[in-house]
């Protein structure tokens, strides 16, 4: 079981800094919700990790679910058994389990429940960068989102109660400045857990008739624009008659909010605070649109209330007259990536004419030089040790001895930095969880008509699990010879490490038989071969060998995380370079190790001109020792 | 301001992607970024040095002749057929069974390995009678297995830089034109880290018209004839025109000449060298004398040992008939004026080669028995 957590306590009044997520979770408590699901994802992982803590197989079931699908199914399961139930996704996830959605959306739920959407505005942690709030509208579900922390526990609150009482599933958006902020959140009470799940003779949750189905979402959604409007998540704040009303949604509120008390124009701009943005809260936005004749809307990431407003106005212009709205259409608000002050801050100088500097220049100059150095300039990468490089390093190596210009199709994870040079970019395309393998039996196929590149496709054993089986029994039925090759580092590791399948425990710490990705690969009828990354020269053996069988292959790469290992067994080995024997950036080396091989692990010291260890962060894995022309690198065997 | 291209990339985009490639050998094994595998030169990293010995090794990279002629023969570069000249004679060994023509080079080399301070051979064998490929033999009785015209191109110098990193004597080479021109400048290359500078080797050049690259021959042979175990190949004299496949098993085939040309190394079309000018001494066949081989003897080194043999008598000579000089000059002339073409085609003159003025027009110009 793990460790209990602050937001776990019943202790009404207590006070705690919770990250955005956290306080999702605790939303979810106070709620009452009995069973929760999700896949990881950042920035959503931390809801399902801070449930997992207050997890008890009677009370709260919390389970990292192989996909998004499966996560939101297995929430509609408890729904249907009328309890309350959660899953959480990123932005990508929702896609994943848009199909499901698409369905549940006419069955209606029982027992409330709630989708919680993190979205990653900028594309940090993620592949794409895509805002999820159009396809609450598109697929007729009420959607809230949150601005705060105090504010997220209260609205997934409220999101339960309506879900539960309008028979409807909910969309909570959280982003990820609030999912992975901070604030203070003072605790309410945590309810009675009472009742068995039980699903009613006569009850029946299917999207049949669907027009009548279809049109009772309608009549929801219609209700909802005036209870919407009497939420308490849709706030004004100003003059009566303001010059200029920012109207804003999520973190774009706390940003808003900065930028008016930086640039002083309280008593001349209003601001609106959205909650409830889908369906629109026609009353209370109503209300608004009369004060002011400018508008400026401030949102993460498209322009969805923008639009919705636009759509109002444009529909009721009798009433509203002329009335002008600035965003993202007129330029005032970027278009793409995250929000930051200075960009409101940017918006309003233009509208209000005022002028904004936030500090000296001298000042700022003066940061920048006492900063400058004290990061490490490190590009981005594996980490030290890292069971990837040694893998992406056979795979480069077998490709360059084949010749024939074959390429790699890489997958969601870590290992997506293969499309850089810390992978040597030997990937070439990258789409959703499990595409690798889709995407390389679409081009194994093409041999027929004359193609002569070979295909790798690189799958984690996390993505695996998640999307990639399906297209691996599509590549076996339909005989698209290519190489797959999972990288098996037994740890769902670019989002945390949490559990999976295959790692045998569950996150609310149960044991269970772990699933083992060879067995599910030899069941679907390939002949599997297991590998160490490690050992390099049988690991590029294998590659060069996969590369030339006309039938399609399977190769497992196994090789536990870096980072696991080094908690779990310590460091193998104490590397060393021999200085007298490493010749640097001399013709016939010319800085291998640290400018192609590229472990964080080996530094190039440029006063003496040699290697060194960077011993701080050496996981001492032993494999530079393999790839130094001159033999200069040494591994001590630590016991 | 440009900065100067590295020598990697020279060699990797200008070189060997533009089939300039000879694949002698000369610029693996030095450093982890070049190396061999299966019949080609595989390189997985870029390495951004300038001023490297992969390049400044190669035969087809940027080549003064007349620099390399002043160093190696201490006489101008002339362009004639058969470059520099002591003496020509055709040889034998008398009742040499195995060889293939007159065994003349299988006598030099275990002539040369017993002389003082040589630490052995380098040829080119074949590897598990898939690719050829440069081997160190410091046991003549090893030679035998050796004997024999290949016809791939084996990149056999790669054999040589892995010797000296650990050994720095000098070696007898039986190579090609494109590995006597590379050795003369691994040679003379002055390069803190160049191994091969200045070492007494001794050259035993083998007369070349092609080679054929390597994978591509391989696969034709694959496909013709999958995993028979071949012997040796042979192209026999016109008007014949094909190519002998000679089996373990003491089968013979025969392939159209026209289907071998088609797999001929491309690199091989713009070099002007067919006798293995920059060699001590150079061997090749005596075309219509069966048995015998012509020998160019080049060098005072080249002299002493091809006489050493003949007063023991290990070999026997005889006059090469007018005719047959003229002949052999004939074919030298016709590759260089193919080549100084293939080169002009290729913009390569004098961005890549450069000859001294007038050379040019003396190949041109060569006639059919006026020759030197």
């Known amino acids: 079981m793990p460790p209990r957590h602050p937001v776990t306590l019943n202790e009404p009044g207590r006070a705690e800094l919770l990250m955005g997520n956290e306080a999702i979770a605790r939303g979810a408590l106070e709620a009452g919700v009995r069973v929760a699901a999700a ?117 997934v609150r409220y999101a339960f109660d309506l879900s539960e009482s309008t028979g409807s599933v909910f969309m909570v958006r959280s982003v990820t400045r609030i999912s992975h902020g901070r604030g203070p959140v003072t605790f309410g009470p945590l309810p009675e857990i009472s009742g068995n799940p039980r699903f009613e003779p006569g009850e029946a949750f299917t999207p ?61 701009v209003g601001i609106a605070r959205m909650g409830t943005t889908w369906p629109l809260p026609l009353t209370w936005i109503g209300n608004i649109l009369e004060k002011s004749t400018r508008f400026l809307v401030v949102e993460e990431v498209d322009p969805f209330i923008e639009n919705n407003l636009k759509e109002f106005l444009g529909g009721n212009t009798r009433r509203f007259g002329t009335k002008t709205v600035y965003g993202k259409a007129s330029g005032h608000i970027p278009s793409v990536g995250g929000l930051a002050p200075e960009h409101v801050i940017g918006a309003l100088e233009t509208l209000l004419e005022v002028s904004y500097e936030p500090r000296p220049r001298a000042y700022i100059r003066l940061v920048k030089e006492k900063t400058s150095g004290l990061v490490i300039d490190r590009a981005l990468g ?19 001895k084949d010749g024939r210009k074959g390429i790699v199709t890489g997958d969601i994870g870590c290992y997506a930095m293969a499309m850089w040079p810390s992978g040597y970019s030997v990937a070439k395309t990258l789409q959703a969880m499990g595409s690798g393998i889709g995407v390389a039996a679409g081009m194994g196929i093409l041999d027929t008509m004359g193609k002569d590149q070979p295909v790798i496709a690189v799958c984690g054993d996390s993505t695996f699990f998640h999307a990639a089986i399906p297209a691996l029994v599509n590549t076996r039925f339909n005989t698209s010879p290519f190489v797959t090759i999972i990288l098996d580092n037994s740890a769902t ?134 790839i130094c022309p001159e033999r200069a690198i040494h591994r001590e065997i630590l016991s | 301001m440009s900065r100067e291209a590295t020598s990697f990339k020279v060699l990797t985009e200008e070189i060997i992607e533009k089939g300039e490639c000879a694949r002698c050998g000369a610029c693996v094994e030095l450093c982890p970024y070049l190396s061999l595998y299966e019949g080609a030169i595989v390189y997985p990293d870029a390495c951004d040095l300038t001023g490297g010995r992969c390049l400044s090794f190669c035969p087809k990279g940027p080549l003064d002749l007349e620099a390399l002629a002043r160093m190696c023969w201490n006489g101008p570069y ?71 015209v290949h016809y791939a191109a084996g990149y056999g110098l790669a054999a040589l830089n892995r010797f000296r990193k650990s050994n720095p004597s000098p070696l007898t080479i039986v190579g090609l034109p494109c590995q006597a021109m590379a050795l003369r400048r691994m040679h003379a290359l002055d390069h803190e880290r160049n191994i091969h500078r200045n070492k007494d080797d001794l050259v035993i050049g083998l007369f070349c018209t092609w080679a054929l690259e390597p994978r591509p021959f391989r696969e034709e042979m694959i496909r013709r004839f999958g995993s028979r175990r071949v012997t040796r190949y042979d192209i026999p004299p016109p008007p014949a025109n094909r190519f002998d496949v000679f089996f373990e098993d003491g089968d013979k085939a025969e392939i159209p000449l026209d289907v071998i040309r088609s797999l001929v190394n491309p690199g091989c079309r713009t070099c002007l060298d067919m006798t293995a000018e920059f060699a001590d001494i150079s061997v090749g066949a005596a075309e219509g004398f ?70 040019r027009e003396a190949i041109f110009n060569f006639q059919p028995g006026g020759g030197k």
């Not at chain 1, 997890?55 to 919390?62: F, G, Q």
């Not at chain 1, 009566?240 to 949604?249: A, G, H, K, Q, R």
């Not at chain 1, 594996?382 to 360059?400: D, E, M, T, V, Y």
């Not at chain 1, 640097?584 to 192609?596: H, K, L, N, W």
């Open chain 1, 39 to 155: 896949y990881p994802g950042n920035p959503s992982s931390e809801i399902i990790e801070t449930l997992a803590r207050a997890s008890d197989p009677k009370r709260l079931h919390v389970q990292w679910s192989v996909n998004e699908k499966v996560a939101l199914e297995v929430a509609a399961g408890a729904s249907f058994f009328g309890l309350r139930a959660l899953a959480a996704m990123k932005q990508n996830g929702l896609n994943v389990a848009y199909d499901f959605l698409t369905n549940l959306n006419l069955c209606g739920v029982k027992g409330g429940l709630v989708v919680v959407v993190c979205d990653d505005p900028g594309g940090i942690s993620s592949s794409n960068e895509q805002d999820t709030r159009f396809m609450a509208r598109l697929t007729d579900i009420p959607l809230l989102e949150v601005s705060g922390f105090e504010n997220a526990r209260d609205m």
């Open chain 1, 208 to 268: 049949f008739p669907i027009l009548a189905k279809h049109e009772r979402r309608h009549e929801v959604l219609k209700g909802l624009e005036e209870t919407f409007s009497a939420s308490p998540f849709n706030t004004y704040t100003g003059p009566d008659d303001p010059e200029l009303i920012v109207v804003t949604s999520g973190i774009g509120v706390l940003f808003s909010e900065e930028a008016l008390d930086l640039l002083e124009v309280r008593d001349r």
């Open chain 1, 382 to 400: 594996f980490c030290p040790g890292c069971p990837h490089r040694a893998s992406f390093w056979a795979i480069k190596n077998a490709l360059a």
């Open chain 1, 493 to 626: 590791a670019m989002t945390g490490f949490q559990p999976h399948p295959g790692t045998g425990m569950t996150c609310m710490g149960q044991s269970v038989d772990p699933i083992e990705v060879e067995d599910i690969c030899r069941s679907i009828g390939f002949a599997v071969k297991t590998l160490d990354p490690f050992d390099l020269p049988a690991t590029e053996a294998a590659v060069l060998e996969a590369l030339r069988a006309d039938r399609p292959q399977v190769l497992i790469f196994k090789r536990t995380c870096a980072l696991l290992a080094l908690k779990e067994t310590g460091k193998a080995y104490r590397m060393r370079v021999d200085a007298e024997r490493c010749i640097g950036e001399a013709c016939g080396c010319d800085r291998y190790c640290t400018r192609v091989f590229k472990c964080p692990g080996l530094i190039w010291n440029p006063e003496t001109e040699k290697a060194e260890i960077d011993e701080a962060i050496c996981t001492g894995c032993g494999v530079c020792a393999d």
């Open chain 2, 78 to 148: 002339e362009g004639t057929p058969l470059g520099p000249v002591s003496k020509v004679v055709m040889a034998r060994v008398p009742g040499s069974a195995g060889a293939q023509y007159g065994g003349v080079v299988t006598a030099l080399v275990r002539a040369a390995v017993s002389e003082n301070g040589m630490a052995g051979a380098l040829l080119t064998a074949w590897k598990d009678r898939a690719y050829p490929e440069g081997a160190v033999l410091d046991d003549p009785g090893d030679l035998p297995y050796h004997g024999g």
């Open chain 2, 290 to 359: 069966e048995g015998w081989n012509t020998v160019i003897i080049r060098t005072p080194k080249g002299a002493a040992l091809f006489e050493r043999l003949n007063g023991e008598r290990i070999i026997e000579t005889r006059a090469l008939p007018v005719a047959s000089l003229a002949h052999l000059s004939e074919a030298a002339a016709m590759k260089k004026k193919k080549a100084l073409n293939a080169l002009a085609e290729k913009d390569l003159l004098d961005n890549r080669v450069t000859l001294p003025s007038g050379t």
